[in-house]
Every structure is written in structure tokens, then in C-alpha cells.
């Protein structure tokens, strides 16, 4: 039996799609009391929702269903496992450290490592934390769309000389694929070769954009 052949039924995965969507649906979206707002990123800026999927991954339960999800999707759509994992610190931290492990229930072996936001500044003074290898990364984060933390990712392995895979994996795309219908598998950021792949977009829970400027 192939490694591809040792992923979960389509059924499975409807199963632990709904049950990822109502975790984060009741977890995972902080929402603003009525009539009132959250500071936003940008200066000026609030919100009315924001996700904070770090409720979701750092649970067993929660990383073991999207592995198995991201496996099916990876086995489908793209056809193997030769690549490497890593994105930018914290946010993909858990995903990092946690889907190798997951994976290799199902015999497939994956390095991880991680990119820091800053360069250390004694010692080794690295941006990289962890064993890359030669292979291709497949970055990680768990929001696409939603700044700078894939670019910067990706900049940093371009500085270092190292491939990035052509497909990247978040676990929810900050747009609504409705509105961007020709740009729906695309992080802004990121140059417009490398695809991304999803398990969830602001669709999905009813969602629109909710930056507002004051």
C-alpha cells in the first residue's frame, strides 16, 4: 500500500469537517458585544469579529482532524509528500510540531521547522529554528489573507536560498470566495505561482470583511 492509498474516505472527511467548523464557529471567532468594536491591526482600524484559532491548535483533538483533512486534500490535489513544512513563528508553531506527528499514523514522514520573526541576535544569530533539509517548504500559518506572515516567511527562505513549494496550507482563507471567485485560492501577498490551499473561508461562517476605519 502506497502512502496515498492510507487516507481517510471522503465520508471522514465531511465528518471531521463539521466538527472542526462548529469547534472554531464556537471557539474560534471572538466577536465584539453590539454596538461596539475590537482595536484592529492597522492604525485607525477596528473590528467586529476576529478569529483566534490558537483555541483550536493547541487541542490533540483539533490538530489530529486537520491533519487527516490536509493529507486528503494533499493526496488529491497534489499527489505527494516531498516537501517540507514551515512558517513564520507563532502562529504556525503548533502546525509545525504537530502535523509530522499526526501524519505518521498513516506512514508518511515529514520534516518541520520554523522561521522567526526576527533574526536572533547573539550566538548563531539565525532566522531558523529546527533541521531544514534540501526539499521544498510548504509554508504554513493558520489565516491567509489576513497580513504579512506568509510574505514574510517566504522573503526570509528567498534570502536563504531555500525553494518554497508551489502550494501553501492555512487553515482558513480570510476571503469571501463568493466576491474573489477568480482569485479565491491566492494569498494577496504572496507571488501569484504559489496556490492555497484551505480548509475554510469567511463564507463558510457567514462572514464578511470587517475592517473599519475611525
Known sequence: MSKLDNIITDS??????????????????????????MEGKLEGSRYTWAF?????????????AITQMWMKRVAEEIGHFDFQLSGLETASTPMIVGMPIYAQVFGVNLNGFSIRKDQKTYAMKNWLEGGATEQPVM????????????RKAYDILEWHGMETFSTAF?????INHNVHKSNRDRDFMLPEHIKIMSLFNLDDFD????????
Open 139 to 150: 509554508l504554513l500559518d493558520d489565516l491567509s489573507n489576513s497580513g504579512n506572515s506568509l
Open 52 to 64: 483566534y484559532l490558537r483555541n483550536g491548535l493547541y487541542r490533540t483533538d483539533f490538530m489530529s
Open 12 to 37: 471522514k472527511y465531511e465528518l471531521l469537517r463539521e466538527q472542526v467548523h462548529e469547534f472554531i464557529q464556537d471557539h474560534c471567532i471572538i466577536r465584539a458585544e453590539p454596538g461596539r468594536y
Open 207 to 214: 462572514l464578511v470583511g470587517n475592517v473599519e476605519l475611525h
Open 170 to 174: 492555512t487553515l482558513v482563507n480570510k
